[in-house]
């Protein structure tokens, strides 16, 4: 239990992240992201390293043709904030240490591993998903969106199916 | 009223200013809750942890009850406001391939940029696979997602005008009637949970 | 279960109920109310003369857009330099409304004589467009007052004659061969006002 108490109460937690997310709907009319950040910088590398090839793509086109891109940087500036505010956190609280967090039944090597794999199905999901479990699951529920709502029993639903497979990654 | 950014009530050189204030709070409040940890995270489906389910149904019933309140006193225009597109087979299949996604590297996107701010290197990787996830995405875009991506999959009724369906609508029941309905669903689950939680054994983290 | 909990439950529980009780929203916000419409019925800043109209033609001022609510025979047979035809009947459909609705223009609604300019010009008052103006008299004041003016008597101000001879200046403009641009004058794109732009999404 002594653990537990380093962290804030779930529910406090929960209502205070339920602040900023209504306080981001109230300013920009739109909920948080995160993935879309990552996605603002790979159209935007590309569009740099290989203008033409940006053009022609259907998914890039989509993109850097626009003159909305203040409203993409939007996504680019929160996560900037996410990280400082995580690192903020992890400071009073003196959580701040470079480690690699894994089962004491898997190797440092194979934490490493999973995780990009789950990063690498991540940022491909999310793409196709329209946004990850803040932007699409979490922020379209609040608005109470189908797709929010889907979103969610899809990311969760499919992490139940798939815990006894990989439970040897976590317990 | 608001959103106050989209009717330029608000210049748009504040509008990096408070998408940093905004997201310094989500990345405070998501490691205060212990979501730099992907042992914590993964907890949720393995029922030794379920501090996932709480803070992120908690956070998602405030802003609605919230925005509904807003809504009601005029506080925003919720006809200004986002509403997530449904793409019905786009959305599903995303959401498979991001529940794997979870259950082997353990963060979502937003978390793992959080873990990452306090120096975990599994985070970093996490993100890293991120970068090359959505790179595959683009390169095979044309090839592999865009019928997928664009709905041309989805049945008719999905697709003339209805994308912005909210979930209510679908059950065919009022707004306010599902709202009251998902808070008790939600109270339930937070009970239910605590109950569980209780039976199984947490392993050390 | 934890006795903290109990008051933030009991909380949610009665917002919930309240939300229960909570009316049905309402999508028409940006309609007028009948109190609304009526102080702006009555004010005069609606109408538009013809002598203003034939004025701002001449001098091909891009600030009015004319919109002829006539039906589209109608409006084959004869309309006003540079007019857009957007009949009566299709005046709620989608595709006008970036027309009706914007913020760049004054547009001029006519008819033959005023009532099917009015009656447009409320339909998209109630719907909360503004810029929206009439031409009074329509058209049949404007075959008499501008095409075919009369000559004031001898007695009358100098200021009745200084508008006669705008008239007659006007009638031939208008009679003198510029008619054939009646229907194929271009008419600008619509400029789609910023302010309704959805937001686009997040993650």
């Given amino acids: 239990m002594e653990r537990s108490k380093k962290y804030m109460?779930?529910?406090?937690?929960?209502?205070?992240?339920?602040?900023?997310?209504?306080?981001?709907?109230?300013?920009?009319?739109?909920g948080l992201g995160a993935s879309g950040a990552i996605k603002s910088t790979i159209v935007q590398a590309v569009d740099v390293v290989a203008p033409e090839h940006a053009q022609e793509s259907h998914f890039y086109g989509k993109y850097v043709n626009k003159d909305d891109s203040p409203i993409k940087a939007w996504l680019v500036f929160e996560v900037l904030g996410v990280f400082i505010g995580g690192m903020i956190s992890g400071a009073i609280m003196?959580?701040?240490k470079w480690k690699i967090e894994h089962s004491p039944k898997i190797t440092s090597k194979t934490r490493l591993v999973a995780a990009?794999?789950?990063?690498?199905?991540?940022?491909?999901?999310?793409?196709?998903?329209?946004?990850?479990?803040?932007?699409?699951?979490?922020?379209?529920?609040?608005?109470?969106?189908?797709?929010g709502f889907l979103s969610m029993m899809a990311i969760f639903g499919t992490g139940y199916v798939m815990a006894y497979i990989f439970r040897k990654l976590w317990i | 009223m608001g959103p106050?950014?989209?009717?330029?009530?608000?210049?748009?050189?504040?509008?990096?200013?408070?998408?940093?204030?905004?997201g310094i709070c989500f990345g405070f409040?998501?490691?205060?809750?212990?979501?730099s940890s992907s042992k914590k995270l993964a907890g949720v489906f393995y029922g030794y942890d379920f501090v996932v389910l709480r803070v992120f149904f908690t956070a998602a019933i405030t802003a609605m009850v919230g925005l509904i309140f807003f809504d009601y006193l005029e506080i925003i225009d919720m006809s200004l406001v986002y509403i997530n597109p449904t793409f019905l087979w786009s959305t599903l299949v995303g959401g498979?391939?991001?529940?794997?996604?979870?259950?082997?590297?353990?963060?979502c996107p937003g978390t793992g940029v959080c873990a990452a701010a306090i120096g975990k290197i599994d985070a970093w990787f996490f993100i890293g696979g991120i970068f090359i996830g959505i790179f595959i995405f683009a390169e095979g875009y044309e090839l592999l997602f865009e019928s997928l991506h664009l709905g041309q999959t989805d049945p008719e009724s999905y697709k003339e005008g209805s994308r912005y369906i909210q979930i209510f609508n679908s059950l065919g029941i009022s707004r306010n009637i599902f709202a009251f309905g998902m808070i008790i669903m939600a109270l339930v689950a937070f009970i239910v949970t605590a109950r569980i939680e209780k039976g199984v054994k947490k392993p050390n983290y | 279960m934890d006795k903290r909990y109990i008051i933030p439950a009991t909380v949610l529980v009665i917002l919930g109920a309240i939300i229960l009780f909570l009316p049905p929203k309402d999508n028409t916000k940006t309609e007028l109310t009948a109190d609304q419409l009526y102080l702006d019925i009555i004010e005069s800043t609606r109408f538009i003369s013809t002598d203003e109209i034939?004025?701002?033609?001449?001098?091909?001022?891009?600030?009015?857009?004319?919109?002829?609510?006539?039906?589209a025979e109608e409006y084959a047979k004869y309309a006003l330099p540079g007019a857009l035809n957007i009949p009566l009947n299709e005046i709620l459909d989608d595709k006008w409304e970036a027309y009706l609705d914007q913020e760049a223009r004054t547009n001029v609604f006519y008819s033959n004589g005023s009532l099917r300019a009015d009656q447009a010009w409320i339909l998209c008052r109630?719907?909360?467009?503004?810029?929206?103006?009439?031409?009074?008299?329509?058209?049949?004041?404007?075959?008499?007052?501008?095409?075919?003016?009369q000559k004031p008597a001898d007695t009358e101000g100098e200021q009745e004659w200084e508008i006669y001879s705008f008239r007659v200046a006007a009638s031939q403009y208008f009679l003198g061969g510029n008619q054939v641009q009646t229907s194929d004058v271009p008419t600008a794109a619509p400029v789609v006002k910023r302010k309704k732009k959805m937001v686009q999404g997040g993650c």
Avoid: H
């Avoid at chain 2, 409040?29 to 979501?35: I, K, R, S, Y």
């Avoid at chain 3, 034939?54 to 857009?65: C, G, L, N």
């Fill in chain 1, 9 to 30: 109460n779930p529910y406090l937690a929960g209502f205070l992240l339920g602040l900023v997310l209504l306080s981001a709907f109230y300013f920009t009319g739109r």
């Fill in chain 1, 94 to 96: 003196g959580r701040f």
């Fill in chain 1, 116 to 147: 990009t794999i789950g990063g690498i199905l991540f940022g491909l999901g999310s793409q196709l998903g329209r946004g990850c479990t803040s932007g699409s699951a979490l922020s379209g529920m609040a608005v109470l969106s189908l797709g």
């Fill in chain 2, 4 to 22: 106050l950014v989209a009717q330029d009530i608000i210049g748009s050189e504040w509008n990096f200013l408070i998408a940093l204030l905004i």
């Fill in chain 2, 29 to 35: 409040v998501l490691e205060q809750a212990g979501f």
């Fill in chain 2, 96 to 107: 498979v391939i991001m529940g794997v996604g979870f259950i082997l590297g353990g963060f």
């Fill in chain 3, 54 to 71: 034939a004025d701002m033609i001449i001098k091909r001022d891009p600030s009015i857009q004319l919109i002829d609510v006539r039906s």
């Fill in chain 3, 126 to 149: 109630r719907r909360g467009f503004v810029n929206n103006t009439i031409m009074v008299g329509g058209l049949n004041s404007w075959v008499e007052d501008i095409l075919k003016p």
